[in-house]
């Protein structure tokens, strides 16, 4: 079984700053990559960022300049930080990866940390 924890979230105001963190942990052969998704009320989830084990990195348009991916691949850890975080960028935040448990690859997501941010 393969597990995604995330920690890091919380309230800050505008301006401020957050790191997220998330470790996959569980029997698995090799991390392809992994990434931030975030869901507002109201609103589809959507990609913040993402990363490749190789550090190839992906981000929203939004976040660009702002937040930062980041991988630990001994550790099994990728972080999201965020700065000069806006009221937009409320919501729960979601760590993915894709994994490799044997052969194929398959997705898995976290549980979810909230992110609010008061204007």
């Known amino acids: 079984q393969v597990q995604l924890v995330e920690s890091g979230g919380g309230l800050v105001q505008a301006g401020g700053s957050l790191r997220l963190s998330c470790v996959a942990s569980g029997n698995f052969f090799r991390i392809n990559s992994m990434g931030w998704y975030r869901q507002a009320p109201g609103k589809h989830r959507e990609l913040v960022a993402a990363?490749?084990?190789?550090?190839?990195?992906n981000y929203a348009d939004s976040v660009k300049g702002r937040f930062t991916i980041s991988i630990d691949n001994a550790k099994n850890t990728v972080y999201l930080q965020m700065n000069n975080l806006k009221p937009e960028d409320t919501a729960v935040y979601y760590c993915?990866?894709?994994?490799?448990?044997?052969?194929?690859?398959?997705?898995?997501w976290g549980q979810g940390t909230q992110v609010t941010v008061s204007s």
């Open positions: 993915n990866a894709e994994i490799i448990r044997r052969i194929i690859p398959s997705n898995y």
């Open positions: 990363i490749t084990s190789g550090g190839s990195t």
